[in-house]
């Protein structure tokens, strides 16, 4: 399952493999399209009779190089990228799903995935309950339907910090013949992988930590090829009946354990879209070219950073898994114990109020629409990435009112802690 080499070297030498002659670093192949002798070649493409590349809304070799080097990572059997983390989960789920399909998802997952799949699926017609990540095994299991197509869930949830019991929800998932998704942006494959644990397919928002820089917003998904459609194909017809956009060829049958990520991209990516530009695709090369150096020390600082604010009088309360004591520290021990993420969110004893003043003094720290990236930064999650949600559902999703989101970055400990203490003192 996992790669036999280890995961550093991957990270360097994944995906390129030039031939005698080639270029030492992967191509920017900045080309919409791609040249063929004869049309009866070009058809065959089109009918997926032939592997081949021919224009770039489907599919480009740069992106799949960097698809293929992430697959790798993840111990996975395919893989693709997408031109944003929204679009990967959309693509994950409704690939699978349909209008009068339902699935299951962890309530505390990211605000932009919360409201892609409770507001902008539902008016596709797909329905979602979500769950409880803490809820016993029977509590969730009683939300499958009939026409449930898969659990979703993320590795560390963003930003409320809850490590996902993956063997609970592998083990629900598998026992009503679905598949189990796990968004694995926050802890990444240097610090988990969701496929050890019996998670089917995983995605990742490649703008956080994989490009690592803060330059370029993508997506990908990797399929473990672990999931037997065929096993339960009156769920899943989509993989295993006659697609008639492709002259009544089955996923299963012609693509094996690349079936969901054919599909993925030959329906729902010709269909909709949401490619990653292959300039992006070479940038975040780059960017995971050190993921293996840089993960390690995102958490050694985050560590640091929980432990000042945690000994602090004006701090009410600290989230971190990678923290002992934390509510999560045990099951992060146990599905990532080499570490967690760079995130810590925390709050201040004076509330909304003093979160804002305490950002507006930081120097060091930016106040910025994002995380995971080699910058140390902060959010104020109730006033930024999650104002479209109520009170109410605030509170389901995990976050506090009062709660800041800061990203450690990679700069030296110490300046890190001593900007927030300045800040907190001012
Ligand atoms: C940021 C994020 C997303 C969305 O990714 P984009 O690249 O911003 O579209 C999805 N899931 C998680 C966990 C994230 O942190």
């Given at each position: 399952m996992s790669s036999k080499r280890s995961i550093e070297t991957t990270c360097i030498q994944g995906g390129w493999q030039p031939k005698n002659g080639e270029p030492r670093i992967l191509p920017i192949y900045q080309s919409t399209t791609f040249k063929y002798s004869t049309s009866e070649q070009m058809g065959r493409l089109f009918d997926l009779e032939e592997n081949g590349y021919f224009y770039t809304r489907l599919a480009n070799p740069t992106n799949d190089t960097v698809a293929a080097k992430i697959c790798e990572m993840e111990g996975g059997a395919a893989a693709m990228l997408t031109s944003s983390g929204q679009a990967a989960n959309f693509y994950a789920v409704f690939n699978i799903c349909e209008a009068g399909d339902h699935f299951i998802c962890a309530s505390t997952v990211y605000g932009g995935t919360s409201n892609l799949f409770t507001v902008t699926m539902k008016k596709m017609g797909v329905e979602v309950t979500l769950v409880?990540?803490?809820?016993?095994e029977e509590e969730i299991e009683k939300?499958?339907?009939?026409?449930t197509k898969c659990i979703f869930g993320e590795s560390?949830?963003?930003?409320?910090?809850v490590v996902l019991d993956f063997e609970k929800f592998a083990r629900i998932a598998h026992r009503n013949g679905i598949p189990f998704i796990v968004d694995n942006t926050f802890a990444t494959p240097i610090n988990c992988r969701p496929f050890e644990w019996g998670a089917d397919i995983v995605t990742h928002s490649t703008t956080k930590y994989m490009d690592g820089h803060a330059m370029t917003v993508g997506g990908c998904i990797v399929d473990s090829g672990n999931f037997d459609w065929d096993a339960h194909a009156d769920k899943f017809p989509g993989l295993t009946t006659p697609d008639e956009s492709y002259h009544g060829i089955i996923y299963t049958q012609k693509f094996g354990k690349a079936a969901y990520i054919t599909k993925a991209t030959a329906q729902v990516m010709r269909d909709l879209g949401s490619i990653q530009a292959p300039m992006n695709a070479f940038l975040l090369n780059i960017g995971l070219e050190t993921l293996h150096l840089r993960v390690p020390r995102h958490c050694e600082n985050a560590l640091k950073v929980a432990e000042f604010l945690k000994s602090r009088?004006?701090?009410a309360w600290v989230n971190y898994p990678g923290l002992k004591g934390d509510k999560y520290y045990d099951l992060a021990q146990k599905y990532m114990p080499n570490g967690t993420c760079g995130v810590i969110s925390f709050g201040l004893k004076g509330g909304r109020e003093a979160a804002a003043v305490f950002m507006d003094k930081l120097k060091l720290a930016a106040i910025v629409?994002?995380?995971?990236?080699a910058r140390t930064c902060v959010l104020h999650p109730a006033s930024h990435t999650h104002r479209q949600l109520t009170d109410e559902q605030l509170v389901e999703a995990g976050v506090d009112p009062s709660m800041i989101r800061l990203s450690v970055g990679i700069e030296n400990a110490e300046d890190i802690i001593e900007d927030i203490r300045q800040a907190l003192e001012a």
């Open positions: 409880d990540p803490d809820a016993s939300e499958i339907r009939p026409n560390i949830a963003n930003p409320a910090l009088e004006d701090v629409t994002h995380v995971a990236d």
